[in-house]
């Protein structure tokens, strides 16, 4: 009975032993043929790359320029907030309108970007800027945007202004103090200023700016309006980027 037994015992370790070696070399054979593809892959990766050689940012940068936002990168009420009754523009162009504060460091930061927008913006885009009066004191700041477009300076005075007031630290707590300014740095007639700032004119552009606040919805700056109905929501928003693509995005919609 011991001998077959034993005999028995053998036979299976002997079968078990195979099988294991059998399996072991399938999983060899399956990791070298894995290894070969990779390496397969990684070649011919590095075979166009080597194509490509120094060209190979001005390659993905023309890629990037091609990229365009898919209607379902953004939705209305979500990205942006599609106001009914919507403002009319009275313009056959697509006007963005960009609502800000002079002393307003987000406004002041943001500028770059709107300069940037303004030098590629198309034929049919118009770019009005909307000063907003939250408070008494930003009256003023008002008035110095309007005087300065009315007497043909705004060109030079705009950006000028936002670093007076963010990166020298000037403080205007007047009217007068600011047409002293204007005067000093861009050799305007301190009293044409005055005047101007003070006419009924810019009262009533400052008032009509007052209306476009409540009729938009404005709250806070800086906020963009595209043609008088689309108004980014910065919340959902995670770079000044990210707005200015919506608002290309949402003037591409409207010039459809």
Known sequence: MKKPFIFLVLFFVVACSQAVN??????????QTEQE??????????????KLGDDTGKVIEEI???IVPESTDYQAGIHYAVLNPAWDTQ?????????????????YSFQPYMKGFE??????VKLVR??????????????AYYAAENLGILEKSHQAFFQAIHEQK????????????????????KDQFLSTANSFMVDGMIRKGAQMMRQ??????????????????????????????????????ESE
């Open 22 to 31: 059998d399996e072991q070399q399938v999983e060899d054979q399956l990791k």
């Open 119 to 124: 030098q590629r913006k198309k034929d049919n």
């Open 130 to 143: 909307v000063p907003v009066v939250f408070q008494p004191l930003w009256k003023i700041y008002a008035q």
């Open 216 to 253: 938009m919805q404005i709250q806070s700056t800086p906020t963009l309006v595209v043609n008088g109905k689309y108004k980014p929501n910065s919340k959902q928003l995670k770079s000044r980027q990210d707005m200015i693509n919506l608002m290309d995005y949402l003037i591409a919609k």
């Open 170 to 189: 000037k403080q205007f707590r007047t009217i007068e103090q600011i047409a002293q300014w204007f005067a000093d740095s861009f050799g305007v007639d």
């Open 64 to 66: 990037a320029k091609e």
């Open 91 to 107: 313009s056959d162009e697509v006007v963005v309108y960009e609502f800000f504060g002079y002393l307003c460091p987000h406004c």
């Open 37 to 50: 593809e990779i390496h397969s892959v990684t070649t011919e990766a590095e075979t166009a790359l080597d």
